[in-house]
C-alpha cells in the first residue's frame, strides 16, 4: 500500500475527480493516447481566461491551492508562430496568466515542509524562459522544467512521490515535463528512493488475461491480452513482478520463453531471456531486483544455479550456485536477503526441509535446517507424492515469514531464532485449492493476501482477503468478490 499517504504530508495531487473508474476503463493510467496539440476542452492559449471563484461558470474554472493557480500546458501548432508559456503555478498575488484549460481537482493537503526527502532528478533552473512578443501570444513565461513552477521542481517531485499510482496518468496529461517523469520511471525510482510504495496485486485466472487490483482503494484494471502462441498458452507458467515490469514464464516449442508487461507503457514484450532458462524455480523480488533459484532446465534436470534480473536494465547476471539443486521452491527476501525454501531434489526426488540464504553482500549461499513448512499430517498419511502438491506457499511481512497449510486451513508463522514452525490461525474459509495449486498466498505492503476460488469449474467467483499481521491474530477482510469460473492460474504483486 502507498505509504505515508497522509493528508497533512504534502500537496497532494488528485487529478480529475472521475479518475477512480471502474475495471477496464483505467486508461488514465497510461497517458500517450491523445494528442498533445489540444487540451480536452478545445480552448487556445490565447483565449483570456480570468480565475475568480464567483465568476466561474462564465469563464473558464481554475482552481487555487495554497496560494497557486494550476492550469494545463499545452503544444502551440507551428501556425501559431511559438510556443505558448502556460504556467502550472503561481505565486499568490501574482498576476493570472492568459491561458486555457479544463478544471483539475485537487485536494489540499496542509502545509507540512518535506524536509528528509532526497531528490537527484537533475538541473533545476528556477528561472523563466524569456519569449519575445512576436513568439508568444500570452506574453507569459515559464520554466518548463520546474514541474511546478511556483514551488520548483524538487519540491514538485516531493509532492508527485505521495501522490497515488492511479493518479499518474492524469498527472502525465498536463504537459511533456509531467509525461516524461512518468512515463521514462523517473518517478517510481524516486518513489522507492524515498520509500514511498504501493503494492498491486497482478493476477491471471484465463489462459492470456490478467487483472491487477488495488487494495487500497479497491479497484481493479484488467491489462492488455498477453501475446503468445498456442503452446505459449497453454503450458504450465510462472510470474514474477519485479520494479514497474511483470515478467510472466512459460514454453515454447522446445524453448523456455518470458513476456513482459511493462507498467509504464501498459503493452507486453517479449522479455529478455535468462543466461540459464528453467522453470519450477523459486523467485522474489526487492525494488528493481529479483532473484531467480533452481528448478529445471528444457530437458528436466534440476538446478542449483541462479540468477539475478534487473528491471531496469532488463538484464540478467549469473549467481553463485546453491549447495543443493532443488525444483519447485519457493522464494521470499527478508532482512534484506534472499531465501529459497523448500522443493524437490536428490537423486530420489524426495522434500527438501532445509532452506538456502543468499547474502547479496557477501554472495554467499548458506544452508538453514528444518526452514520449510512441515508438510500437513494429511498430505503424510496419504502418501501424496511430493510433486502433487503447490511450492510452499510463503510470504514475508515486516521481515516476517509465514506460510499458508492448505490441507489444515492453518496460517503458520517462522520462528527466525529457533528456526521453529508454530500456527497462529485459520486460513479464510474460500482459500480452496487442489494441493495447494489455484491458491495465492502473497505479502502486499504490510498485508497477506489470500486469493481462493472455486474448487471445481463453475464455482462463479474468487475472493481477495487480507490480513495485518501487526493488528493481531487472522483476522481476514473481504476486499472483494470476481466473477471466474477457474483457479487463480498466477499471481504475483507489484510494489512501485
Given amino acids: ?48 481566461v480570468d480565475v475568480e471563484l464567483e465568476d466561474s461558470l462564465r469563464r473558464s474554472k481554475s482552481l487555487r491551492l495554497m496560494g497557486c493557480s494550476i492550469t494545463e500546458q499545452k503544444e502551440v501548432s507551428d501556425s ?155 503450458s504450465d507458467k510462472e510470474s514474477l513482478a519485479v520494479g514497474t515490469d511483470l515478467l510472466v514464464f512459460g514454453k515454447d516449442h522446445s524453448s523456455h520463453v518470458i513476456y513482459r508487461y511493462d507498467l509504464l507503457t501498459n503493452s507486453w514484450s517479449s522479455g529478455m531471456r535468462m543466461n540459464s532458462p528453467r522453470c519450477l524455480f523459486g523467485s522474489a523480488s526487492l525494488g528493481e531486483i529479483a532473484i531467480l533459484a533452481g528448478g529445471c532446465d528444457s530437458q528436466g ?16 547476471t549469473t549467481l553463485p550456485r546453491m549447495n543443493k539443486p532443488r525444483k519447485m521452491c519457493s522464494g521470499v527476501f527478508m532482512d534484506g536477503k534472499f531465501y529459497v525454501i523448500g522443493g524437490i531434489g536428490g537423486n530420489d526426488s524426495k522434500p527438501l526441509t532445509c532452506g538456502e540464504e543468499y547474502d547479496l553482500d557477501t554472495k554467499k549461499w548458506t544452508e538453514i535446517p528444518e526452514m520449510s513448512p512441515p508438510r500437513s499430517n494429511a498430505a ?44 497462529v490461525g485459520r486460513l479464510p474459509e474460500r482459500a480452496d485449492s487442489v494441493n495447494g495449486w489455484g491458491l495465492a498466498f502473497r505479502a502486499c505492503g504490510e498485508r497477506l493476501i489470500v486469493i481462493g476460488g472455486p474448487k471445481n469449474s463453475g464455482g462463479g467467483f474468487i475472493e481477495l482477503n487480507s490480513w495485518i499481521p501487526s493488528h493481531g491474530p487472522p483476522q481476514w477482510t473481504l476486499l472483494d468478490r470476481k466473477h471466474s469460473a477457474n483457479f487463480v492460474y498466477n499471481c504475483a504483486v507489484m510494489g512501485c
Avoid at 524562459?129 to 521542481?153: A, F, P, T, V, Y
Fill in 1 to 48: 500500500m502507498l505509504e505515508d499517504r497522509s493528508l497533512d504530508s504534502c500537496l497532494l495531487f488528485r487529478v480529475f475527480s472521475s479518475s477512480r473508474l471502474s475495471e477496464s476503463k483505467w486508461s488514465f493510467m497510461h497517458p500517450g493516447g491523445a494528442s498533445d496539440n489540444k487540451l480536452a476542452n478545445g480552448k487556445r492559449a490565447s483565449e483570456v
Fill in 80 to 234: 501559431d508562430n511559438g510556443s505558448d508559456s502556460v504556467s502550472l503555478c503561481r505565486e499568490k498575488g501574482q498576476s493570472d496568466s492568459e491561458v486555457g484549460g479544463n478544471v483539475v481537482d485537487y485536494l489540499p493537503s496542509g502545509e507540512e515542509q518535506t524536509d528528509g526527502i532526497t531528490v537527484n532528478v537533475g538541473t533545476s533552473t528556477g528561472q523563466e524562459k524569456e519569449q519575445s512578443d512576436s513568439s508568444n501570444d500570452g506574453g507569459d513565461s515559464s520554466d518548463s522544467h520546474s514541474l511546478i513552477q511556483g514551488i520548483g521542481r524538487d519540491n514538485s517531485i516531493n509532492c508527485l512521490i505521495r501522490c497515488s499510482r492511479s493518479d499518474y496518468g492524469s498527472i502525465a496529461s498536463l504537459n511533456r515535463t509531467f509525461r516524461s517523469l512518468v512515463r521514462s520511471g523517473e518517478i517510481y525510482r524516486l518513489r522507492r528512493q524515498n520509500g514511498f510504495v504501493e503494492h498491486w496485486v497482478y493476477f491471471s485466472c484465463q489462459l492470456l488475461e490478467w487483472v491487477a487490483f488495488d487494495p487500497v482503494s479497491r479497484k481493479w484494471m484488467q491489462l492488455p491480452t498477453m501475446p503468445s502462441s498456442v503452446i505459449f498458452m497453454c
Fill in 301 to 316: 534436470k534440476i538446478l542449483n544455479s541462479a540468477e539475478m534480473y534487473n528491471s531496469e536494465h532488463q538484464t540478467w
Fill in 380 to 423: 503424510r498419511e496419504s502418501e501424496m507424492p511430493a510433486a502433487a502438491e503447490a511450492p510452499p506457499l510463503v510470504a514475508v511481512v515486516n521481515n516476517q515469514l509465514y506460510a499458508a497449510d492448505h490441507t489444515d486451513m492453518e496460517v503458520r508463522k517462522y520462528d527466525k531464532e529457533r528456526r521453529k514452525w508454530f500456527t
